[in-house]
């Protein structure tokens, strides 16, 4: 093995590691919710984060265990979309109480989608509906209350 594949399979090891320990985090997080009172009998605030940080946990410890063999180091463009993402996630979630779910999610799915390449009106689009699709089954669906935001005289 050559210096250049140690140094990608200690990428993998750490990005795993760092992986396993903001599981760690998020499911204690988790945890810590309050159950809504008379909500004992249905899913709770909880399950949807602990289900979260159990994948992310797996996905973390896979690669810590078996390392990704032949993967490049990504290049200056790829940490671009990456940094944009992670402001994009700080910005839904500084969003999400003030604007609601539904604005929230249509501006971050409008942007993941237009950075994958879609076209601006489709992703815009495609953004909008699967945010109120997803609002109606948390919602409604799932009785798991979504912030309404600034809709909230309408739904």
Known sequence: ?????NQHTL???????????????YGYGAQQFEEPFGMAETI??????TILSVVLGLAGLALLIKPQAGQRWPDARTWLDIVLVLIA???FA??????????????FS??????????PIKALIIGFCYSIGLFMLFNYGLDLSLPA??????L
């Open 1 to 5: 093995m050559n210096t250049q594949s």
């Open 11 to 25: 990428a993998d090891r750490l990005l795993g590691l760092a992986m396993v320990l903001l599981a760690i985090a």
């Open 44 to 49: 709770g605030p909880e399950a949807f984060p």
């Open 89 to 91: 996630l700080i910005a």
């Open 94 to 107: 500084l969003l999400l109480e003030v604007a609601g779910f539904i604005i929230s999610a249509s501006l």
């Open 110 to 119: 409008f942007f993941i989608s237009w950075r994958m390449g879609a076209k």
């Open 149 to 154: 935001g600034w809709l909230g005289g309408i």
